[in-house]
Structures are given as structure tokens and as C-alpha cells.
């Protein structure tokens, strides 16, 4: 009879397999079993940064044009700002504060000295790129939101995901689209706006998703009806593209993931590497 080894010698070829070696077949061992609500409900993040993109580009669009002067949008984003810090410790009940042993002094202390260190700058961030073409300017940001969007923390465990890079990457294009605003009071606001968007503003989404779902989803509808209303102001043509493109990600993309699910495949069996789960670690010593 024949036997699985290769210290005897058998008479059969060495690529010689009985019936019984496809006993211990196994088919899709670690397949996961996603529900369409699951997905959605995941998929908000995704959805979430791409509106935060758009309302980025819109607001700087509509400073450049004069529409919002930068009072007025410093003024909104202050008082968005401490609605925002406010629900922060409302959701948990200050229990991440205590966690991190932060005070709201050290906060007040951070965000006075950025401010202080953005507006006295804000002169050389409005004349950085003078050099450089509107064009290439323009070309830069857009690489630059993509590589955001790409690289950005969806809470996907891949080694493409970099917060850091993700976030610096937001910030080059704030830069760089600020400096074509008419006045360095414009490239300050918008600097500091794009810190809230792409910097604090993920952070409270992360902790209204992971406290109250409900509101996560509410925030989130509502953030895209403003970013999807905004856009249609500028363009109904865009409005109508960038609409088709939230609903393919969070409705469209979800079921086509559940629908290929029932497709996998995947084999395992003897034929597999072997896995050394004994502790080896005392032949280290």
C-alpha cells in the first residue's frame, strides 16, 4: 500500500497520489460571509472622504472667486470647530480624554500655537509658488488629493495605508492651492480649514462610527447632500457624476463584492506549505 513518505522505497513513480489524497480537500476555509448592510455601512468612510475632498475644492473655489470672503470662513470653520470638539467628549462621555491623560488646556495651548505659527507664515505661503505655472499648480493638487485618497485610513489592515503620508499629501495641496488665493489673510484660512477637513474631522468621524452608528450614517448622508448641493451650484453636470460615483461605491461596489463572494474558490490540502506551529523559540536561546 502506498504511503506518503520518502524514507522508503515503494514501488511506485514519485509523482504517484492514491484516492485518498484529495480526502483532506478543503474549499474556501478562510472565506468571509459579508451581509450588504455591513458593506454599506462600511463603505461610508470611503464615501466620507471623498465629500471631504469636494468640499476642500469647492470652498477654495469659492474664495477664489469671491464668493466666501475668509471672515466668513474662518468664522464657520471656528464654530464648527468647537460643535465638533464639544461631540468629540459628549460621545464617550470624556472617557477617550481621561484615556490619553490630554487636558483641554493642551489643546487650547496646540491650536493657539499652530494658528500663531500658520498666520505668521501665511506671507510665505502665498508667494511660495510664485515661480511655478498656475497649471502645473493645479496638476500638483489634483495628484496630490488622489495620493490622499489612495493612501487615507479607511480601516483597511493593507500596507498601503499611511494616515502620515495621507495627510501631508492634503496639506502640499492646501498649500499649493492657497498661494493662487488673491491675499495671504485667503492662503492662512484656507491652510487652516484644510487642517480641520483632513485632520480633525476624520478623527470625530472614527468616533461617531465606532459609538453611535446611527449617527455616523446620519453624518454622513447629511455631509453628502452639502457637498453634492455645493457642487451642484458650480456645476449640475459634476453634481450629477459625482452623485452616480457616491452611489456606485456605497450601493453598486457592495453588492458586486457579496455577488463574487459566491464565487471564491480557493483550494487547501496536503499539497499546502507546511506550517510550523510549534514553538520554536527555546532553539533561539
Known sequence: RWQ???????PFPDNYVDQRFLEELRKNVHARQYRYQAVVFQSGAVVQQLCSVCVFVLTWW??????????????????????????????????????SGRTRWADLKSTLVFAAFTYGFSPVLKTLTESISTDT???????????????????????????????????????????????SLHAFVMVTFAMQIFALWPVLQKKLKARTPRCYVGVTVLFALAALA????????????????????????????????????????????????????????
Open 4 to 10: 506518503k513518505v520518502l524514507y522508503e522505497r515503494q
Open 137 to 183: 499648480i493645479y496638476a500638483m493638487s489634483a495628484l496630490m488629493l488622489l495620493g490622499h485618497l489612495v493612501f487615507f485610513d479607511y480601516g483597511a489592515n493593507a500596507a498601503i495605508v499611511s494616515s502620515t503620508l495621507s495627510l501631508n499629501m492634503a496639506i502640499f495641496a492646501s498649500v499649493c492651492l492657497a498661494s493662487r488665493l488673491p491675499r
Open 230 to 285: 455645493g457642487l451642484a451650484t458650480v456645476s449640475s453636470v459634476g453634481a450629477v457624476l459625482f452623485a452616480s460615483l457616491l452611489l456606485a461605491i456605497s450601493c453598486l461596489c457592495p453588492y458586486c463584492l457579496i455577488r463574487l463572494q459566491l464565487l471564491k474558490d480557493n483550494i487547501h490540502g496536503p499539497w499546502d506549505e507546511a506550517e510550523i506551529k510549534e514553538d520554536l523559540s527555546r532553539f533561539l536561546m
Open 62 to 99: 469659492y474664495m477664489d472667486a469671491g464668493v466666501l470672503s475668509p471672515q466668513g470662513l474662518f468664522g464657520a470653520a471656528l464654530v464648527s470647530s468647537l460643535l465638533g470638539y464639544v461631540l468629540f467628549d459628549a460621545v464617550d462621555g470624556g472617557a477617550g480624554r481621561w484615556a
